[in-house]
């Protein structure tokens, strides 16, 4: 095997964002692009004689392309082996299963998640470690150092890979297996979940409609919800992965899965709705005519936990992301467990996984996981509320339905009304300005009043690591009120196009009669506060945010 040493130059734009390197597909065509970014992973590692690597990805375009680039690329790095899904395909959550199942080395996961897929639309790449989960921050900024001063990769003179072809190929030095990209992942969620008591749900005639919006967990979805729990084909929409996600924007909530919420909320309605991202990490719930927010389906599963054979021991512990709403809090107090409120990023539960810390996760973007792997997890969350429904019904005798279980849990625990509205690509500036603005407010908007409302403190959020000691700044900036209601303004790290400014707002009241069911009606008065303090309108001359979930 001849391996080439290929003289580049430094590229500087290639610091890791909340999940991975994120461009244009058009940046990483450029010669030496990914080759720089990917000998710069390399670089920070310490590759052993038997080192195996996982490569897969969302089968987004250039996903094949890049992973014949990085299976060269790991030949001539040292690696022995590369575990690579057939077709190039992996979800996140699956790659992070092969990586956790066959103890491998490390992963590379290709995908820009929920952003466009195309030509001229979006690609990724992030790195993922031996515990299956991405790399931790430390990680991430030694790649980025690496890459500004890289002079030279390497890169092996082997012929393409048949990526449709199951088995192992030995060219050199370096053995290529390409695995079954499901069958793995659907055995895992055979062990957690009570498929039978799922499957007699289904037979019993309890309706469901899984919107896989023509990414990855389109295959998944067909192995696991009808050859194995025996769901109707036509439960399935949008299942075939194409390499442009259908043209469409593969995020599951209200806005872009609007295709799934209109089967949903007209005449006829199934029972329950779910849909998935273009990577499958990603996960919306839907009952018949109603939506359950991100962070009160964490609350749920948690609260309803030992209905599902894996977690009938009980919780470690939980952990939600600092915007998420305070839902999942209340429960872990219930069940005396520790919540633990970390940064934005999936990144940050992995160290509180690996140290038996906490069971179950979740962000208020519509993620969702738990300790079965170090991803979070659209179709698990799926899984979790088919289980939870069955068991329902089996100890009931008679169907639960997802809005008669959302509403006997806010009539237990009060309820977190809670919406995000994202201001898609601003002028970095004025994002920048907007923030700056607030901040100065920091000394003067303690002890305002604002209505019904009245500022506690406010402050921009810092984490620091329980298990490593790491320090992570700047990680949104919060208005709290005295109440406990609270509003988050901060910069999306997954963006690919100017600035990206997400508010959180949240409201909490234990009795839920006094809560408009709506949550944009309800919280009408904190958005004027939120767009009154930042002065959003008339530093960004936008009217009204991109998208509200
Ligand atoms: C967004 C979400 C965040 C999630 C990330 C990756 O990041 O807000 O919760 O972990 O995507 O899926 P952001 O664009 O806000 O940095
Ligand atoms: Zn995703």
Known sequence: MRIQTVSTHAFLDQKPGTSGLRKKVKVFQQAHYLENFVQS????????????????????????????????????????????????????????????????????????????????????????????????????????????????????????????????????????????????????????????????????????????????????????????????????????????????????????????????????????????????????????????????????????????????????????????SGAVDRVAKKLSIPCYETPTGWKFFGNLMDAGKVTLCGEESFGTGSNHVREKDGLWAVLCWLNIIAAKTKALGKWQSVEAIVKAHWAE??????????????????????????????????????GRYTVNTCDDFSYTDPIDGSLSTGQGVRILFKCGSRIVFRLSGTGTEGATLRIYLEAYDPDIANHHLDAQVALAEMIEIALSVSQLKQRSGREAPTVIT
């Open 41 to 324: 992973i390399f670089d920070t590692l310490t590759i052993e004689g038997d080192a195996t690597l996982t490569v897969g990805g969302d089968g987004r375009f250039y996903n094949k392309t890049a992973i014949q680039t990085i299976i060269k690329m790991a030949a001539a790095n040292g690696f022995a082996k590369v575990l690579v899904g057939q077709d190039g395909i992996l979800s996140t959550p699956a790659a992070s299963h092969v990586i956790r199942h066959y103890e491998t080395f490390g992963g590379i996961i290709l995908s820009a998640s929920h952003n466009p897929a195309g030509p001229t639309e979006d690609f990724g790449i992030k790195y993922n470690t031996a515990n299956g989960g991405p790399a931790p921050e430390k990680v991430t900024e030694a790649i980025f150092a690496k890459s500004k001063t890289i002079t030279q990769y390497k890169v092996a003179d082997i012929a393409d890979i048949d990526l449709n072809a199951i088995g192992e190929t030995r060219l050199g030095d370096l053995t290529v297996q390409v695995i079954n990209s499901v069958s793995d992942y659907a055995d895992l969620m055979a062990k957690l979940f009570d498929f039978s008591a799922i499957k007699s749900l289904l037979q019993s005639g309890f309706s469901l409609k899984f919107d896989a919006m023509h990414a990855v967990t389109g295959p998944y979805a067909k192995e696991i919800l009808v050859d194995r729990l025996g769901a109707r084909a036509t439960s399935l929409m949008n299942c075939d992965v194409s390499e442009t996600f259908g043209g469409g924007h593969p995020d599951p909530n209200l806005t872009y899965a609007h295709e799934l919420v209109d089967v949903l909320y007209a005449n006829n309605a199934p029972d329950f709705g779910a849909a998935s991202d273009g990577d499958g990490d990603r996960n919306m719930i839907l009952g018949n005519a109603f939506f359950v927010t991100p962070s009160d389906s964490l609350a749920i599963i948690a609260a309803n936990s030992r209905l599902i054979p894996a977690y009938k021991q009980g919780l470690a512990g939980v952990a939600r992301s600092m915007p998420t």
């Open 413 to 450: 625990y009060g309820r977190n009304v809670y919406s995000r509205h994202d201001y898609e690509a601003i002028p970095t500036e004025d994002a920048n300005g907007v923030m700056a603005h607030i901040k100065s407010q920091f000394l003067t908007l303690p002890n305002q009043v604002f």
